[in-house]
C-alpha cells in the first residue's frame, strides 16, 4: 500500500512539474512556431517520463489554457475537442511504438514520426469535413500541426537524452 501511494505521489508531483512547464511556455507569448513544438515536446516528455496517462492529461488541458488566455483565438474555438483529440492521438502513437523500447533512438523517432501524422490527420480531416472555420484557420490546423509535431518530438529527444546523461530522471514509474 505505502509503495502505491508513493508511486501516485510521485506520478502527481511529475505530472504537474511538466504540466507547470507547458504552462509557462503557453504563456510566455511566442509565435506558435516556437510554443507549439515546445508545447508537444512536453506531451511527450510527459509520456516517456511518468507515463502514457500524464501525456494525455496535459494534451487535454492545454487546448483549453490556450483558449482562455487568448493563445487559441476564438475562431478556433470549435476545434478544442478535436485538438485534445489530436493531442491525446499524438501520446498514444508515441507510447505503443515506444512502449518497451524507451530508449531506442529508431523507435522514438518512428513513434514521433507515425504519431505526428496521426495528429496531423485528426486536425486536418476535422477542418475538410467536420469544423467550417475560415480558410487561413484551417490552414494552421494542418501543415503547421504536422511540423510543430515532428519538431516537438526532436526537441523531446534531446532533452530526454540530455536528462538521462545527468541522471534527472531514472527511468518512468
Same mark, same amino acid.
Given at each position: 500500500?505505502?509503495?502505491?501511494?508513493?508511486? #501516485?505521489?510521485?506520478?502527481?508531483?511529475?505530472?504537474?512539474?511538466?504540466?507547470? /512547464?507547458?504552462?509557462? =511556455?503557453? #504563456?510566455?507569448? /511566442?509565435?506558435?512556431?516556437?510554443?507549439? $513544438?515546445? &508545447?508537444?515536446?512536453?506531451?511527450?516528455?510527459?509520456?516517456?517520463?511518468?507515463?502514457?496517462?500524464?501525456?494525455?492529461?496535459?494534451?487535454?488541458?492545454?487546448?483549453?489554457?490556450?483558449?482562455?488566455?487568448? =493563445?487559441?483565438?476564438?475562431?478556433?474555438? %470549435?476545434?478544442? %475537442?478535436?485538438? #485534445? /483529440? @489530436?493531442?491525446?492521438?499524438? &501520446?498514444?502513437?508515441?507510447?505503443?511504438?515506444?512502449?518497451?523500447?524507451?530508449?531506442?533512438? @529508431?523507435?522514438?523517432?518512428?513513434? =514521433? &514520426?507515425?504519431?505526428?501524422?496521426?495528429?496531423?490527420?485528426?486536425?486536418?480531416?476535422?477542418?475538410?469535413?467536420?469544423?467550417? &472555420?475560415? $480558410? $487561413?484557420? *484551417?490552414?494552421? #490546423?494542418?501543415?503547421?500541426?504536422?511540423?510543430?509535431?515532428?519538431?516537438?518530438?526532436?526537441? *523531446?529527444?534531446?532533452?530526454?537524452?540530455?536528462?538521462?546523461?545527468?541522471?534527472?530522471?531514472?527511468?518512468?514509474?
Amino acid at each position: 500500500m505505502k509503495s502505491t501511494s508513493q508511486s #501516485m505521489i510521485r506520478w502527481v508531483s511529475r505530472t504537474a512539474v511538466i504540466f507547470a /512547464l507547458t504552462l509557462v =511556455i503557453q #504563456m510566455l507569448g /511566442l509565435p506558435q512556431l516556437i510554443t507549439g $513544438p515546445l &508545447v508537444n515536446a512536453f506531451l511527450l516528455l510527459a509520456t516517456m517520463f511518468v507515463g502514457v496517462s500524464s501525456g494525455i492529461i496535459i494534451g487535454l488541458f492545454t487546448p483549453w489554457v490556450a483558449f482562455s488566455r487568448g =493563445i487559441l483565438p476564438a475562431p478556433l474555438g %470549435p476545434m478544442i %475537442p478535436f485538438i #485534445m /483529440l @489530436g493531442n491525446a492521438t499524438f &501520446v498514444i502513437v508515441f507510447f505503443l511504438i515506444t512502449q518497451r523500447r524507451e530508449n531506442n533512438i @529508431g523507435f522514438m523517432g518512428l513513434g =514521433i &514520426v507515425i504519431g505526428s501524422i496521426a495528429k496531423y490527420f485528426i486536425l486536418s480531416q476535422s477542418v475538410a469535413f467536420l469544423v467550417e &472555420v475560415a $480558410p $487561413p484557420i *484551417a490552414k494552421a #490546423m494542418q501543415l503547421p500541426q504536422l511540423i510543430t509535431a515532428l519538431g516537438g518530438g526532436a526537441i *523531446a529527444i534531446i532533452i530526454k537524452q540530455a536528462l538521462i546523461r545527468t541522471n534527472f530522471f531514472k527511468s518512468r514509474l
